[in-house]
């Protein structure tokens, strides 16, 4: 209103939003003394518009941003549009340089706005994070009984709608706002996570049922590689004598799913470290082979578990054509003729796949891994029991890395001392 030349606009998700949201500021501009407005000449037309004659200022909201220079803009709802990079391009490019970009929104799933959210988290983009949740609100308390009994009813409540368990100490809230929060979740259930998230994963995740615990995830902070060797991200060197088991989750290489290679120190059972990591989607089976026998046999003849599900079948033949022998067999017995028989690699099925999830959980609830991927840490957050039940990556998003994971722990329950290659042998 009284710097000369500006504009200032607001670009609202829908139709219906338009008004209500240009009402806001109107009202701030009918607040004003009289003598304070005949000073600035404004004027009203049909686009939602406030313009100061005065001073050749205007601020507008509008679903359409195109062919207008923006020097502050504000975008409301990003995570409710649709189109949102083709929105991007049209907004985003029509503020200079020196001008200003503040987005706000509710969460609605893992969307295209998630990813917006995310990359600046990770300091990919050029905007700053803010989260704001439900404690921020001095007005969010209610008197507790002076009985405790409702916070043992909250932590099996919280199991059974996959809240945090430990929210009080978590987050060095009061009884009473613990109190007002218990009594939320009695009545919301699981939408208590998305009409009052504690942490933004929580929000984002509120159409789902996550499978790990989200707080916990939360606090997982991944590392940088200490070297990268064929795309293959090494957060630990190789140690003389430990036992190391990488699992692999096979792809076709056609540019859909990874091929996902995860490395495990389960030296310490007590502290299993993730050492090694990988995801491409454009690997071929074969070069998936070549790269599990390198990284085995500098890990001092790691077990390898890759599964052998569709494509995985050409990377176990290709490891037993290249003569690595630590590699997980199963022995079943053909019941035609009772005789036994090798099945080389992991073959996932129904009786198996919620055992592998299911080994991994406890382990990470125990407090027994180490995780230092990014890539993991993600896949973790986006990992969700779907209305079916079965558990997997949302819409959207992978579990390649998790499920190498599962198979390298589940190599653990199988691994047997085999022939040890040299660590030394400089393969890459």
């Known amino acids: 209103m009284t710097n000369k030349d500006i504009t200032i606009a607001t670009l609202a998700h829908k139709q219906t939003r338009l008004e209500k949201i240009f009402q806001m500021s109107k009202f ?13 000449q404004v004027k009203y037309d049909n686009v939602r518009e406030l313009s100061f004659s005065a001073t050749g200022s205007k601020l507008y909201v509008a679903l359409d941003l195109r062919g ?3 020097h502050h803009l504000h975008i409301s709802e990003l995570n409710f549009m649709k189109d949102l990079q083709d929105k991007f391009a049209e907004s985003l490019e029509a503020v200079p340089k ?10 609605n799933g893992l969307n295209a706005g998630y990813d917006v959210w995310r990359d600046a988290v990770d300091g990919k983009n050029e905007f700053t994070p803010h989260f704001y949740n439900w404690t921020w609100d001095e007005g969010y308390v209610e008197t507790p009984p002076e009985s405790n009994t409702w916070k043992d009813d909250y932590k099996t409540l919280a199991k059974q709608c996959n809240l945090i368990s430990n929210l009080q100490q978590d987050y060095q809230i009061s009884d009473e706002q613990f109190y007002w929060y218990y009594l939320k979740a009695v009545r919301l259930k699981e939408k208590t996570k998305q009409e009052y998230p504690t942490i933004p994963e929580e929000a984002f995740l509120s159409s789902s049922i996550s499978v790990f615990d989200l707080y916990k995830v939360s606090q997982l902070k991944a590392v940088s590689p200490v070297s990268s060797i064929k795309g293959v991200d090494i957060f630990e060197e190789p140690i003389k004598d430990h036992k190391y088991i990488i699992g692999c989750d096979t792809a076709e290489g056609t540019g859909g799913d990874s091929t996902s290679i995860e490395i495990w120190d389960l030296t310490d059972a007590e502290n299993i470290v993730e050492v090694g990591s990988f995801a491409d989607s454009m690997i071929r089976p074969d070069q998936t082979a070549d790269i599990l026998v390198d990284l085995g046999r500098i890990y001092n003849g790691a077990f390898l578990i890759p599964e052998r599900n569709g494509s995985g079948l050409s990377t176990v033949l290709k490891i037993q054509d290249k003569g690595y022998r630590n590699l997980f067999v199963n022995r079943t017995v ?7 028989k090798n099945e080389y690699g992991w073959r996932t099925k129904g009786g198996n796949r919620d055992l ?14 180490i995780i230092n991927s990014q890539r993991l840490i993600q896949e973790m957050k986006t990992f969700v029991r779907k209305e079916n039940g079965r558990r997997e990556h949302d819409e959207g998003y992978h579990d390649d890395c998790l499920f190498a994971s599962f198979l390298a722990i589940q190599g653990n329950k199988y691994h047997r001392t085999a022939r040890v290659f040299s660590s030394k042998a400089k393969v890459f």
């Open 28 to 40: 701030a501009w009918d607040s004003l003394d009289d003598d304070i407005k005949k000073l600035y």
């Open 68 to 70: 207008d220079t923006i």
């Open 98 to 107: 020196n001008g200003t970009i503040t987005i706000e929104s509710t969460a």
């Open 334 to 340: 053909d019941k035609k003729t009772l005789k036994s």
């Open 356 to 369: 592998m999830i299911d080994d991994f959980i406890e382990l990470f609830e125990e407090d027994k891994l």
